[in-house]
């Protein structure tokens, strides 16, 4: 959209200080897939498997009209020769559904970037490599980088600085989200104005950690806790699904990851 100490996870209520850093936007295209041939590198001490070879787009699959690897980074491009997309489009990983995980990975984006990874989620209908799902959001002028935003779905539902609970709702989605944000987020405590952490995240490359855990989920940038959403809302909730890497409609840019790799839990 419009979007290392570790530590497993931050409890309800603790606000984040420099004391506890840690390590760690709709959809569509047409064009070549690349190779779906996923070949899984061997689990790591730490329990992590690498999500790409360095390579190529073997275990990916996308539009390679747009997606590529160019010296051993994935990289997505819309150039002003490149056919307007219509819709957002994502390369997609093609080694199963992950529902509880831990994601590292590095990223670097233009300017005028509109990115970002993509989890839990699941393939739209009639919309070529399209998803709709939570995204760690990415963008090159930081407005939204680090927040919960879910694709086709109930847009922003945390804020960079938020930790917020969704609650259970009955009503549909159209009637509840406003202003591209979810309404019946609750702000249950802060980790940090949206500024001071926003000062955190530089140019060039960064690093980014997502950890899916039941119905908690986190979002790093450069080892701190961006966002932390606890959803309740067992209507619109999704407890595994695909992930994706995205291209935004309507920019001109370039996103770039390396260093992929995925840890179940």
């Not at 932390?228 to 990851?257: C, P, W, Y």
Request: net charge negative; hydrophobic share 35%; glycine share 10%.
């Amino acid at each position: 959209m419009h979007k290392k100490i570790q530590i497993k996870s931050l409890s309800a209520g603790i606000v984040l200080t420099a004391a506890v850093i840690i390590a760690g936007s709709g959809c569509q295209s047409s064009g070549q897939k690349s190779t779906s041939d996923s070949t899984q590198a061997a689990t790591g001490d730490d329990g992590f498997v690498s999500m790409f070879d360095g390579q190529t787009l073997n275990g990916w699959e996308g539009d390679t009209s747009l997606w590529h690897v160019v010296d051993g980074v994935i990289v997505g491009e819309e150039t002003a020769s490149t056919p307007p997309l219509k819709a957002n489009t994502f390369l997609i990983y093609t080694a199963g559904k992950p529902a509880d995980f831990e994601l590292d990975a590095e990223y670097r984006i233009s300017a005028k970037g509109n990115s970002g990874i993509q989890y839990r989620s699941v393939a739209v209908d009639g919309v070529p490599y399209g998803l709709k799902g939570y995204q760690l959001d990415i963008d090159g002028n930081n407005t939204y980088t680090g927040q919960n935003y879910e694709e086709r779905g109930r847009c922003i539902i945390a804020f960079r600085g938020q930790q917020v609970t969704l609650p259970v709702v009955s009503e549909p989605v159209s009637a509840l989200t406003q202003h591209n944000t979810w309404s019946k987020s609750e702000v249950t405590g802060s980790l940090g104005s949206s500024d001071s952490l926003k000062a955190l995240i530089h140019d060039g490359w960064n690093s980014c950690r997502i950890v899916a855990k039941g119905n908690h989920l986190q979002h790093y940038i450069n080892g701190v806790l961006m966002c932390d959403v606890t959803d309740d809302d067992t209507a619109n909730r999704k407890s595994d699904g695909l992930i994706g890497l995205q291209l935004h409609a309507g920019h001109i840019m370039k996103i770039e990851f390396k260093n992929m790799r995925i840890k179940k839990l």
